[in-house]
């Protein structure tokens, strides 16, 4: 009678009281993460990855080569040649810059910087050669999510648009013989492991990085930059995504050129280092040996493990994240979106992590001939610290720049993290919309920023493990939604192609709804349609 009473409670206290027994709670939760995490961003996952890259990109006849001049005009070059592509919208939609910016203000953060580093740190500068592939293989896989993204979004109550993996794995996978059922149990764990991932990976984890280096460079208390940052996330999340949108394309473009300026500047007092350090990079990813030795061919599973992982941390292609906010666009082409989605990974890993990269290779805190990582440095005060991920970059802008390098790449990690956090609100904002309706959104967001709190005071402990888990997960339901519905992206793009390139009539493919595929048909075209 007494246990029925305490019904649901009393589950976490026997099972606290049964992990005891075995190492404490904690520790059997982080075995089980230890467990799924190896899975999500295992081999097998890696590989899972790469394939669907390669999928699309066999689909596709290698769009993001064949037509690098066209997507490149119609993306960054239409930002200086077409008002439609950076104008404000007086609907529910945003623009197409400000998407970009939103979905870049979420990719491009502590990965660009820690990431690259870690990544080096163990897989040696091959690493690098390997998280380029993966980038360019990405290209076509976030091209792909953002296409889809466009063609099975629709609107909400609000008139605002509501698109995403969740979408086309319901209306897309789940209109396929026999597969409504899949279909809305994969789009619903997506929502899930995104919800979740967007208080982790998207929220707590990047403030925490915050509070860190302002506590190590400035001296900040943590708890001070806590409050600081939770007031801010505050007054823009609360304000919804146009206020977001407002916020993303200010800050995106002046940290990714701020942080280019810095890295520029490295670039060019080390010139003589540009043939070793490539060098190194293209030897090292088929490296027999690893930098800390080992067995033969662990050198090359290293480099490609690391690269690989790194890249997809970095711009996030085939998780199914970006794209929500790609779907907010107003643009009515879905392969007009997708070819923002292709410039937001070129961006994000080809241009920003090669700068972050070649910076610490040519620092000479890594040894271009075995790839081993220095143990410790000196800094600009005289002091030895010891070397991690963590202040890789740092020690490599201190040795250049002095404490005036230490306190660039605080602010710059500071900038992307914040970031992060404007961007990962909305992707969580969406998949608690699907999941619990558009008025449970309030509540989200508000406990959203409370969270911002806890993540800038907490330490080191299983937070972090569990966001990256979740975070992978939602690749798993994405990447089956895009390989089942490969072929429909095919024809997308064909249909494209064949309109805007070749000047063939054919009916526009819009949109899979046949109301919005009138609407959009009706609606005046714009030269960033053309």
Known sequence: MKMKKL????????????????????????????????????????????????????????????????????????????????????????????????????????????????????????????????????????????????????????????????????DGLGAKKGCAGIGKVLAILFSVFCLVASFGIGNMTQVNSISGNMETVFGVPTWVTGLVITVLVGLVVVGGLKRIANVTEKIVPFMVILYMVGSIAIFFTHLSHIGPVFSAIFRGAFAAESAAGGIVGYGIKLAIEQGMKRGVFSNEAGLGSSVMVHSNSNVKEPVKQGMWGIFEVFADT???????????????????????????????????????????????????????????????????????????????????????GEKRTIPYRILFVLLVFGGAVMGDNLAWDLADTFNGLMMIPNLIGVIALSGQVKRITENYIHRHLQGKKEEPMYSFFPDVQTEEEQAPDTIADL
């Open 350 to 436: 080809l241009v920003v992590c090669t700068l972050t990269a070649f910076s610490i290779l040519a620092s000479g805190l890594v040894d271009l001939e075995t790839g081993a990582t220095a143990a410790e440095f000196v800094n600009h005060a005289g002091q030895t610290v010891a070397l991690n991920k963590a202040n890789l970059v740092s020690a490599v802008y201190n040795q250049q720049f002095g404490f005036m390098g230490s306190a660039f790449i605080a602010i710059s990690i500071m900038l992307f993290a914040f970031s992060t956090v404007l961007g990962w609100s909305h992707y969580g904002t969406k998949a608690c919309e699907y999941l619990l």
């Open 7 to 170: 019904g649901l409670a009393a589950i976490p206290l026997l099972l606290a009281g049964s992990a005891s027994a075995e190492g404490g709670f904690l520790d059997g939760v982080a075995k089980v993460n230890s467990a799924v995490n190896n899975v999500v961003w295992g081999v097998p996952a890696l590989v899972l990855l790469a394939f669907v890259g390669v999928l699309m990109t066999v689909l596709t006849k290698v769009f993001q080569v064949t037509h690098f001049g066209h997507w490149m005009k119609k993306t960054i070059g239409a930002v200086f040649s077409d008002r439609h592509v950076i104008s404000h919208t007086a609907d529910k939609s945003i623009s197409q810059f400000q998407s970009l910016c939103t979905a870049l203000a979420a990719t491009v953060g502590t990965g660009n910087i820690v990431g690259v580093a870690g990544a080096i740190m163990v897989g040696g500068p091959g690493a690098v050669f390997w998280m380029w592939v993966m980038a360019f293989l990405g290209m076509m896989t976030n091209y792909s999510e953002n296409v889809l993204g466009i063609y099975y979004r629709r609107k909400n109550s609000k008139g605002e648009w509501s698109g995403g993996a969740m979408y086309y794995l319901r």
